[in-house]
């Protein structure tokens, strides 16, 4: 099947981690020019960026002026911008402790939480936006996560963020689609297997494939399959919704 993504343009943000990275390929297999974003790690996505051929640029979700540079990089590249993947996350100042209580953490902690990961998201779709309008197509994909509908302690104000996400993407896909072919969904996965969680996988993964119909983790290139396919041409009616990529857990 022809996705329509040759010499589209596309934002995968949060590149470097186990999903991201998949997605950053995913795109570039099907002959799209890839801008992928790293907050820490310039020489991960500068390697990733040389083997995809695209282009890698800093990004800071909580900083307005770091997305302000993101999409005027993509811009002054390609000139265009067809698929925004906010893939990007932020726990916080510390990883969740399942053996914590939520209202135990400090102010400043669970609010960096909330706002970085759905203010960061908003931002940069904000900002996308009026370039999609403009030429009437674009894609917005949000990566979500599965703890929004299966919680999980410690993830209270993560699971927070990422369900603002989700309505952000259900209404955002009524304004969007009055001006053309421009679509807005959610890829919510659950927990899979990465290049960077193998240690993890192995301690707790069985507690969900036993859970998953086809009794197994997904891996991460599974995962950006459904977020290619949701941000490219082929998908020409699939807006407003949110997938869930489980394995069916």
């Known amino acids: 099947m022809d996705l329509g993504?040759?010499?589209r343009t596309v934002i995968v943000t949060g590149a470097t981690g186990g999903i991201g990275r998949e997605i950053a390929r995913g795109y570039a297999a099907e002959g799209a020019d890839v801008v992928l974003t790293h907050r820490d790690t310039p020489g991960e996505?500068?390697?990733l960026a040389e083997e995809v051929g695209g282009l890698a640029l800093p990004y800071e979700m909580g900083d307005p002026a770091s997305?302000?540079?993101l999409v005027t990089g993509a811009l002054e590249r390609?000139?265009?911008i067809d698929v925004l993947v906010n893939n990007a996350v932020r726990w916080g100042g510390r990883a969740p402790r399942p053996d914590a209580s939520f209202e135990d953490v400090a102010d400043d902690e669970w609010l960096e939480t909330i706002r970085h990961n759905i203010e960061g998201a908003l931002r940069l779709s904000r900002l996308a936006a009026p370039v999609?309008?403009?030429r009437g197509f674009g894609r917005l994909v949000h990566?979500?996560?599965?703890?929004?509908?299966?919680?999980?302690?410690g993830g209270e104000y993560y699971g927070a963020a990422k369900g603002a996400l989700h309505g952000f993407s259900r209404s955002a896909a009524f304004s969007l689609g009055r001006d053309g072919d421009i679509l807005s969904n959610v890829v919510m996965p659950g927990f899979t297997r990465t290049a960077r969680n193998g240690e993890m996988a192995a301690a707790v993964g069985h507690r969900y494939s036993a859970r998953a119909p086809?009794?197994?983790l997904l891996d991460a290139a599974e995962?950006?399959?459904a977020v290619v396919y949701l941000g490219s041409a082929a998908n020409t009616g699939i807006t407003g919704q949110v997938i869930a990529v489980t394995g069916g857990v």
């Open 223 to 225: 995962v950006a399959n």
């Open 132 to 134: 999609m309008r403009e």
């Open 67 to 69: 997305a302000a540079a």
């Open 5 to 7: 993504l040759k010499g």
């Open 78 to 80: 390609t000139g265009r």
């Open 45 to 47: 996505a500068g390697k």
């Open 143 to 153: 990566v979500s996560s599965g703890i929004v509908t299966e919680g999980m302690a």
């Open 214 to 216: 086809i009794g197994r």
